[in-house]
């Protein structure tokens, strides 16, 4: 069972792919992560709304040749800071250029490195530059 940092589809689906047997959006309380790991232990895994499980099987139809870009994955500050980390900036001239704190630049590092599924900012630049290259290109 995984909690979500969103509401958002593509997170819950996310938190399955890296082993979550299921997932609870931010917009659930207490109570309904209380009922879910009752179920749990008692031996019935939460299953997905008829709603949920139709938004997943669009989203892997509409998904299904191409991979996820990082401009769906990552918010628009994200992309920010991951552009100028593959600008080649450190963290405080990313703060000073987008006038926050290092320790927000910090949490951003975090978030993007979380949802790119990597471990290091340059495997993050890589994805960022292999986005950016012209298609066809290698």
């Known amino acids: ?3 979500a940092d969103s509401d958002q589809l593509e997170e819950g689906v996310t938190l399955v792919q890296r082993g979550a047997d299921a997932w609870l959006p931010r917009s659930q309380g207490v109570d309904e992560l209380r009922s ?6 008692a031996g019935n895994p939460p299953l997905p709304t008829a709603a949920v499980l139709a938004r997943i099987t669009a989203s892997i139809r509409d998904t299904a040749h191409e991979p996820p870009r990082m401009s769906g994955r990552l918010s628009s500050r994200e992309m920010q800071v991951l552009s100028c980390l593959t600008a080649g900036q450190t963290r405080a001239e990313i703060a000073q250029t987008l006038e926050i704190s290092t320790e927000t630049v910090r949490t951003h590092v975090q978030h993007i490195l979380r949802k790119l599924g990597v471990h290091a900012v340059q ?16």
């Not at 879910?36 to 232990?41: E, H, K, S, T, Y």
């Not at 630049?125 to 290109?137: K, T």
């Open 36 to 41: 879910i790991v009752a179920r749990m232990v």
């Open 123 to 138: 495997d993050a630049i890589v994805i960022a530059l292999r986005e950016e290259a012209p298609a066809g290109a290698s």
């Open 1 to 3: 069972m995984a909690a």
